[in-house]
């Protein structure tokens, strides 16, 4: 929800959906880093370094470093 125009708004409020994505844009923040959701960003680093889907797929299936030992031991 955007910030009211009024101390006590009443009627209709316009709500936004920002789980993914920025609601406040900094002009400075995104001249430096851009303003790509996480996963865009994902999408242009694997466009950048020539990584497919499916290898992306296998990837995301594979248990990360240490990951294994926690699935054994979980503390």
Known sequence: MKKPELEFPRGNMEL??????????????????????????AENVAQ?????????????SQPTEGESSRRIRPF
């Open 16 to 41: 936004f959906d920002t789980t993914i994505g920025w609601q406040f844009v900094n002009p400075k923040m995104e001249k430096m880093y851009g303003t790509d959701s996480m996963p865009q960003t």
């Open 48 to 60: 950048r370094f020539g990584i497919s889907r499916e290898e992306q797929d296998v990837r995301l």
